[in-house]
């Protein structure tokens, strides 16, 4: 990462909105009427505070994910639809490498929702497909793309409950490298994953 492109206030408060986009994507989910109604006033007079006085948002954590101009002179900001800060779509996650094994946690709320209850299975393996990712990065220098994933829901996952997602890799070959994880509530593996991850051809 190289410089900046945004000053750190614009940052904060990019990633307090992003903030703001999913406590309401929840309240959407499990408030209605008057409940929601004071919900969405409350974020609406937090957005306005923070757009018109800069020190609302003095004492929030230093951004995460700033946007930057990337080595090769692009401005560049993370999209990812994990780990951005900055899109509402992301949970949020905290990564930690520790030797080969990658750790992932965060904790699920409606918006990630299937039956009652229980995570949606298609978020469980974007969650195993972003891990089993950041575990293959690790070991290589080049870029890789998942090329075959493996889930297997051996319990049901739980909403509002944290969820430990670790990854490793167990292969590689070439241009093939294969990685397994699971999902874990508390103690319990509730989801496990494999899968292929390739590089792409050298160009020639
Ligand atoms: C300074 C750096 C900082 C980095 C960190 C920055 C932080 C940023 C954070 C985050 C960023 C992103 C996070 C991503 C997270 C999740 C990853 C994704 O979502 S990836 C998108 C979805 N996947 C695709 O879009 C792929 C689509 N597929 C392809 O493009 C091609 O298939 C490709 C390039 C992957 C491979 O194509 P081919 O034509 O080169 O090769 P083929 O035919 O597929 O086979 C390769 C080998 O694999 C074997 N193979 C294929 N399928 C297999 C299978 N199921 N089992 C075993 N082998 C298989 C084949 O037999 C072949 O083997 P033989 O080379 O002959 O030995």
Redesign the pocket.
Known sequence: MSDLVESRADSTLAEFTADVCRRLASGLLDRTGDDLRDLVAQEVDGLRAALSDPSFLDTADAPSDPPFVSPKGYTTI?T?P??SRRNPLAPLVTIEHDGDVVEMTTTLSLPYQGPRGRVHGGYAAVLL??VL?HAV?SRLDSV?????LTITYEQALPIGTELTMTGRVTEI????TFAAGEIKAGDVVCVRGEG???S??PRT
């Open positions: 993370n990812n994990v780990t497909d972003h990712w990065r890789s793309f998942t090329r075959s070959d070439g241009r093939k292929l991850w390739v792409p051809r």
